[in-house]
């Protein structure tokens, strides 16, 4: 595969689509909460209002995630370290879910919402994952490092 479509794909999975992910999830714990108080109105006013959370939040995400994907693969660039989408994806999905979960709970029991704490959070978390999951290049591929 070309060295540069390669590059864009992974910069589409690892910024845009995982962004979208976890738009997704985090809509997804919310409207699981709201289910659980049998649809007070703290977090949705009907069901209308969780397809438009669920729009507003996947189509965020997958904008918020643009820059974050760039972010990424400089990471890569200049650490010459590869981040494996697959695992990447996987596991910042089931961190977004675990804090979302967290923080919507904590919302709704205060009764205060926290402007964009799910997010940073999720961002912070996203971030140590990708440095935890990274592996050297030339380890990957059997070579050892220049000395």
């Given amino acids: 595969m070309d060295g540069s479509l390669r590059q864009l794909i992974r910069f589409f999975f690892l910024g845009p689509f995982l962004g979208a992910v976890i738009g997704v999830v985090q809509t997804s714990v919310a409207v699981h909460i709201w289910l659980r108080q049998?649809?007070?109105?703290?977090?949705?006013?009907?069901?209308?209002?969780?397809?438009?959370?669920?729009?507003?939040f996947s189509v965020g995400g997958f904008i918020v995630g643009a820059p974050f994907g760039l972010v990424l693969l400089s990471f890569e660039e200049t650490t010459e370290r590869e981040i494996p989408v697959t695992w990447f994806v996987t596991w910042a999905s089931l961190a977004a879910a675990f804090i979302s979960f967290v923080v919507v709970e904590l919302e709704v029991a205060f009764h205060h919402f926290v402007p964009f704490a799910n997010e940073a959070a999720a961002i912070i978390?996203?971030?140590?994952?990708?440095?935890?999951?990274?592996?050297?290049?030339?380890?990957?591929?059997?070579?050892?490092p220049d000395a």
């Fill in 125 to 144: 978390v996203a971030t140590a994952l990708a440095w935890v999951l990274s592996a050297r290049k030339s380890i990957q591929t059997g070579s050892l």
């Fill in 38 to 56: 049998d649809e007070a109105r703290t977090l949705f006013r009907n069901y209308d209002s969780v397809v438009i959370g669920y729009m507003i």
